[in-house]
């Protein structure tokens, strides 16, 4: 079992700039892969960044220039730096982890089937 917690998220205007983080508890399991992943109005939830346990990142194309992925292994946390937000932005954005201890490449890494550990979300607004 692996507990999520998300916290950071809140209201900024276009171009401004949040940072999230999720605390993860690992009970059980083999976590490599740690994600973040949102679900905008209208859409089907995305992962947006993935960081494998190397450090080794990947982005969707929709924030890769704007969005940095992080971990602090010696906490336990994950981080999602966004800059220049948009409008489009806005939704509800999820840690997420796999916990079978797999290396995802790039294409399984954005792929919301392959993390079977979700937080309950936090929710960020970009105003225009």
């Known amino acids: 079992q692996v507990r999520l917690v998300e916290s950071g998220g809140g209201s900024v205007q276009t171009g401004g700039a949040l940072r999230l983080s999720c605390a993860a508890n690992?009970?059980?399991?083999?976590?490599?892969?740690l994600a973040w992943a949102r679900q905008t109005p209208g859409k089907e939830r995305e992962v947006v960044a993935d960081i494998y346990i190397d450090g080794t990142t990947y982005y969707s194309d929709s924030v890769k220039g704007r969005f940095i992925i992080s971990q602090d292994k010696s906490k336990n946390t994950v981080y999602l730096h966004m800059n220049s937000l948009k409008p489009e932005d806005t939704g509800m954005y999820y840690c997420?982890?796999?916990?079978?201890?797999?290396?995802?490449?790039?294409?399984?890494?954005?792929?919301?089937?392959?993390?079977?550990?979700w937080g309950q979300g936090t929710q960020v607004t970009v105003s225009s």
């Open positions: 997420a982890a796999d916990s079978r201890g797999l290396y995802l490449g790039p294409h399984q890494a954005l792929n919301v089937r392959a993390y079977n550990n």
């Open positions: 690992v009970d059980s399991g083999d976590v490599r892969n």
